[in-house]
């Protein structure tokens, strides 16, 4: 489903060259829960960017879905973009004084969809995170855990491909981490590819896969505990 090879990222201001990813190589399958981790600076956001069709890289390939995603214009970015990837950031990127299912029933407007059908897709990914009791709820009525499982649900209605997180879990309590964390194994459990950017070793092992990476290098891609179980 994504295929990376020989990915390289560098970043040019004025004499001043940073290697953002220096030659990274790897594969994720459909249905794969994967954390990306790794210090500040090493490259995380970088990677998030090009795989999820914000930017390119500037060499090696990337192939989504069987179609090589490095060469695409912006307009061909934000196409795939809209198709493929479903985001979900740390900061929620929630309307505010706007109800849960509004903003889950947002994205499907622009594509076309009839209100009601909107609506009814919103209730039914309101319920798949657990939050069929708080859908009238506005943004500032919910929880920062509520809130980026609200941000989930919208993630998921444009029926994408992959789930893109960065750093999901940077503004909410532990309890509540917990809790986003179950949406996501939940969400692989019914098929979904989830990739996630932590710098949390605690987080990271609710994944399966834990790619290390370190200086824009892969420095280890390992099953994690919960992945060696299964
Ligand atoms: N737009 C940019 N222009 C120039 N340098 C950048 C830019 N974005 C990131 N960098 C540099 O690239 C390196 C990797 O950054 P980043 O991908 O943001 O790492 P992380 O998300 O792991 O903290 C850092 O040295 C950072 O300063
Ligand atoms: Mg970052």
Known sequence: MIDVS???KIYK???????????ISFSIDKGEFVAIMGPSGSGKSTLMHILGALDTPTSGKYIL???????????????IRNKKIGFVFQSF?????????????????????SKKERFE????????VGLEDRMEHTSSQLSGGQMQ???IARALAMNPSIILADEPTGNVS??????IMGVFQNLQK?????????HESSVAAYAQRIIHIKDGAIEKDEKSKRGKKE
């Open 149 to 151: 499982r609200v941000a």
């Open 65 to 79: 879905d069987g179609e090589d995603v490095s060469k695409l214009s912006k307009d061909q970015l934000a196409e």
């Open 93 to 113: 990127n929630l309307l505010p004084r706007t109800t849960a299912l509004k903003n889950v029933a947002l994205p499907m407007i622009y594509a076309g969809i």
């Open 190 to 198: 019914q098929g979904h590819t989830v990739i996630m950017i932590t």
């Open 121 to 128: 897709k919103a209730k039914i990914l309101l319920g798949q």
């Open 6 to 8: 020989h990915l390289s």
């Open 13 to 23: 201001m004025d004499t001043v060259e940073t290697v953002a990813l220096n030659n």
């Open 174 to 179: 532990s309890a509540q981490s917990d809790e």
